[in-house]
């Protein structure tokens, strides 16, 4: 025969048992996975170009007379190679801190100018990188880290890396987000990537830089 002693224990005990589960059940908060597999539907081509003056901060590689700036990649061969974007109205007369192999010369710098889509065109004398002292951009994800799990941030950047190819300059893993950096993404690609994987996946940067 039970007595009120053992009744209050045992109801203690499934007590104890229901916030168990409960706690269980809650957790802490879990990961957004991304809602979809698909490509993000974005297409270069229907970017709005920057109205203004740029900025952009990288290798001028010149062969043979046709200059282009290299935002992404280069490769550490001599000369070095890249693929960037044509350069209209550059000039190396009075600029210093470049180098010259056969027909290819070539330095870092940060280079003004306006961007239509394809062609760079120098409005400004260009400054040795050595020497440029930029504004540290503000962080896109407002110093809060993702919460994106490592196994989906992976496959989203491989998908990414396949459906964007080399309109991705670099494309990385950081703080909880996929990062793409494009050449110039008027909010579309932003737009895109947010609408395939959801808010708070991928953030997407610009390498040229509003100044005007």
Do not use: H, K
């Amino acid at each position: 025969m039970s007595t009120p002693r053992s009744r209050m224990l045992l109801a203690a005990a499934a007590l104890m048992g229901v916030l168990g589960l409960a706690a269980c059940s809650t957790g802490p908060a879990s990961s957004p996975t991304p809602t979809s597999s698909g490509s993000p539907a974005w297409d270069t081509a229907n970017v709005v170009p920057p109205e203004g003056r740029v900025i952009g901060t990288g290798m001028v590689l010149d062969v043979a007379g046709e200059a282009q700036l290299c935002l992404g990649i280069v490769a550490e061969s001599y000369p070095p190679q890249c693929s960037g974007i044509p350069l209209e109205d550059w000039t190396w007369e009075g600029v210093d801190g470049s180098e010259t192999s056969a027909d290819t010369t070539w330095g870092t710098y940060a280079v003004y100018g306006t961007f239509d889509g394809e062609r760079y065109i120098v409005t400004d004398p260009p400054i040795m990188l050595a020497l440029y002292d930029p504004i540290r951009p503000e962080d896109p994800a407002g110093g809060v880290d993702g919460m994106t799990s490592e196994a989906d941030l992976t496959r989203v950047q491989d998908e990414l890396a396949a459906s964007l190819g080399r309109d991705a300059l670099t494309l990385w893993v950081e703080r909880g987000y996929v990062w793409v950096n494009v050449v110039w993404d008027d909010g579309s690609l932003q737009a895109a990537v947010d609408e395939t994987y959801g808010d708070g996946v991928v953030i997407v940067t610009s390498a040229l830089r509003e100044i005007d």
